[in-house]
């Protein structure tokens, strides 16, 4: 008879970091795909990314199947020309710019050459959440200050800032998902009474839609502002993944010392590159939204709601309560298969957030947005 | 008389992370880019980031000109489609595998999900760059154990993770910049050998051009090692920034935490699933590649120098000593246009090491070395 075999020793994941084991095992982020199968069905229209409807310009297109060509070369680590590009667009120069894969990932760059693990920042509650998943992937704490009068309470962010010493204070101007957006003059006031050793995290990815005075003037040099912007969303290229940081060189540059070099390939430079140069395709997209905000704003007034002021390429409408928002967010995803999402937190979780699509998309949502408020 | 103005204060910048703060302010990429930058004029070849100068399959360019149509849209964060097709490829769940911009995103992401600050990894001294460089991003140290007859030495890597008590292994195969590869047996030893609570990291980012028995096979459950690969090299996606990580899910489903959940965009999923779809295209540069190594093999021989056997799509040529080694890059580059790399540690660094081109590409490097040869 055999000896029976010894079994083998159970083999043991190596441990996680401290951090990263305290980290939820599940992510807050469930796009369009995932709902359509879980539903087993297509979206008919999607408006809940803040995506643009309105599609990249032309010859975005065409240098991106140009770029397809010679997708098999790396893009240059320093992406001089769309940084140059930017720099002549901004009044910068190549030193104030770092780009990244998008917004999300500059937030994480920046949390991690700026934050030490158990340091704090604070946001408005329900804000922009990648900032705060940055922040807990790198250990560091949250303190969050309610939206007051629907917008970001900038003095409460500061005041809290101070309170708690704070070394990042994130605010989204023009502000997701609020729609808001705080004056200039706001926003330099809030910066004068930045506690030290603070860093203002401007996150701009809907400026092209705000009125000109709601874009600060910030010394680009100013070592204690780092400004963030995308295209995303007016260029309407999310699917491409590039947004750009800038702010004073001795602030922006030590990204450098921990960013993915050769992260904005080749063909995310040939895409934005081609978008800087088409503003006319930029001021299209934004006159069109202006249009349908104004479109939602007559639809919420026609059901008895209230669009809040928009400076973004979406509509905050307010519902009256988050049993109601709830109720027609699930009520349009699963009977009209339209995706919109809603704010998490109070006081906005009231309302509903929709994206600015398309005539078409706008009349698929209105006409679907009605049924739901008949059927309540 | 006006009074004097009072000066401004001087604004300073928030203090980095010590980790940040104690990196180098300059990093080790300089691109090709930057070298035509500054010799102010355009590289007649570029033969030293292995690239697959064979270019995407038409498939891919197909699909990224179709892709662009809709690159307004977000990627799904969970590349359900393209983890789909993969896991199919690979014989794996979806659950063991994770995409990221390219395998050095994905390097980062691993970093920072198992090694505490502070904590060692052990490589090959003069291996991939990247990943010291993103160990040291998160404040780790690294270990480094010199080649061993043109070769990983592994048992010195594991000799070495042992006695230091290191956190991760990292071994490329094939190897960069060595070009060599281990037959799967010695793997295989090694991980049975592997100290407790230590991860394999195994970079094949060239396994398409190894011989089969280079690639072993490790149960995909097995906890403690993480594979990465790439569309960047044999698929021709350099530009693109496309790499995926499988290994336990236990092991890399972590990385959900904490990585960049849109990162990998709508065109980089389109065009990766187009690659993996075309694997006749993957042969046909494969069967390229190895025609080209011989070739690099017999130029080498022809001028008294030799070339170490290459399992991947560049050859490393001895030249016989560092100085000239240098000597030579540096000709190519400033008399011939022709851009090479080298290996930057002894004892490789009496090499330089030149990408397998198309046979023009391989004409023009091997007249130009012929001539900077002739001029020794």
Same mark, same amino acid.
């Given at each position: 008879?055999?000896?029976?075999?010894?079994?083998?020793?159970?083999?043991?994941?190596?441990?996680?970091?401290?951090?990263?084991? =305290?980290? +939820? @095992?599940?992510?807050?982020? /469930?796009?369009?795909?995932?709902?359509?199968?879980?539903?087993?069905?297509?979206?008919? /229209?999607?408006?809940?990314?803040?995506?643009?409807? #309105?599609?990249?310009?032309?010859? *975005? /297109?065409?240098?991106?199947?140009?770029?397809?060509?010679?997708?098999?070369?790396? =893009?240059?680590?320093?992406?001089? &020309?769309?940084?140059?590009?930017?720099?002549?667009?901004?009044?910068?120069?190549?030193?104030?710019?770092?780009?990244?894969?998008?917004?999300? &990932?500059?937030?994480?760059?920046?949390?991690?050459?700026?934050?030490?693990?158990?340091?704090?920042?604070?946001? $408005?509650?329900?804000?922009? +959440?990648?900032?705060?998943?940055? /922040?807990? =992937?790198?250990?560091?704490?949250?303190?969050?200050?309610?939206?007051?009068?629907?917008?970001?309470?900038?003095?409460?962010? %500061?005041?809290?800032?101070?309170? *708690?010493?704070?070394?990042?204070?994130?605010?989204?101007?023009?502000?997701? +998902?609020?729609?808001?957006?705080?004056?200039?003059?706001?926003?330099?006031?809030?910066?004068?009474?930045?506690?030290?050793?603070?860093?203002?995290?401007?996150? &701009?990815?809907?400026?092209? #839609?705000?009125? @000109?005075?709601?874009? +600060?003037?910030?010394?680009?040099?100013?070592?204690?502002?780092?400004?963030?912007?995308?295209?995303?969303?007016?260029?309407?290229?999310?699917?491409?993944?590039?947004?750009?940081?800038?702010?004073?060189?001795?602030? %922006?540059?030590?990204?450098?010392?921990?960013?993915?070099?050769?992260? *904005?390939?080749?063909?995310?430079?040939?895409?934005?590159?081609?978008?800087?140069?088409?503003?006319?395709? *930029?001021? $299209?997209?934004?006159?069109?939204? @202006?249009?349908?905000?104004?479109?939602?704003?007559?639809?919420? !007034?026609?059901?008895?709601?209230?669009?809040?002021?928009?400076?973004?390429?979406?509509?905050?409408?307010?519902?009256?309560?988050?049993?109601?928002?709830?109720?027609?967010?699930?009520?349009?995803?699963?009977?009209?298969?339209?995706?919109?999402?809603?704010?998490?937190?109070?006081?906005?979780? !009231?309302?509903? !957030?929709?994206?600015?699509? !398309?005539?078409?998309?706008?009349?698929?949502?209105?006409?679907?947005?009605?049924?739901?408020?008949?059927?309540?």
């Amino acid at each position: 008879m055999a000896a029976p075999e010894t079994p083998a020793p159970a083999l043991i994941r190596p441990a996680l970091t401290a951090v990263v084991e =305290g980290l +939820p @095992a599940s992510t807050p982020f /469930v796009g369009p795909e995932a709902l359509e199968r879980r539903m087993g069905r297509p979206l008919d /229209v999607r408006l809940g990314a803040n995506e643009s409807l #309105f599609g990249p310009s032309a010859r *975005v /297109v065409d240098a991106m199947c140009a770029a397809a060509l010679d997708i098999h070369l790396y =893009g240059d680590p320093e992406a001089f &020309e769309l940084r140059a590009a930017l720099a002549r667009h901004h009044g910068l120069t190549l030193d104030h710019l770092v780009l990244g894969s998008g917004i999300d &990932e500059l937030l994480g760059v920046l949390v991690r050459a700026y934050l030490e693990p158990g340091q704090l920042a604070v946001m $408005s509650l329900g804000g922009y +959440p990648t900032f705060a998943y940055q /922040v807990n =992937g790198q250990g560091g704490g949250i303190e969050t200050v309610p939206y007051r009068d629907d917008k970001n309470d900038i003095d409460g962010l %500061v005041e809290t800032a101070r309170r *708690v010493g704070a070394k990042l204070l994130y605010l989204a101007n023009p502000d997701n +998902p609020s729609g808001s957006c705080l004056p200039a003059s706001t926003q330099l006031e809030a910066l004068a009474r930045l506690p030290p050793d603070c860093l203002l995290v401007l996150d &701009e990815a809907y400026a092209e #839609f705000a009125p @000109a005075d709601a874009i +600060p003037e910030i010394s680009a040099d100013d070592p204690r502002v780092i400004r963030l912007r995308t295209f995303s969303k007016a260029h309407g290229l999310a699917g491409m993944r590039v947004g750009y940081a800038f702010g004073a060189p001795e602030t %922006v540059r030590p990204f450098d010392r921990i960013r993915n070099q050769f992260g *904005v390939g080749r063909m995310a430079q040939a895409a934005a590159l081609a978008a800087l140069g088409d503003p006319g395709h *930029v001021a $299209s997209v934004v006159a069109a939204v @202006a249009a349908g905000r104004e479109e939602y704003a007559a639809l919420a !007034r026609e059901l008895g709601f209230t669009a809040l002021p928009s400076a973004t390429n979406f509509v905050t409408i307010d519902v009256g309560g988050n049993a109601c928002a709830k109720i027609v967010l699930a009520a349009l995803l699963e009977r009209e298969g339209v995706f919109i999402r809603m704010p998490g937190a109070a006081p906005l979780d !009231r309302c509903i !957030r929709v994206t600015v699509g !398309r005539p078409a998309e706008r009349a698929v949502f209105a006409a679907a947005f009605r049924r739901v408020i008949a059927c309540l």
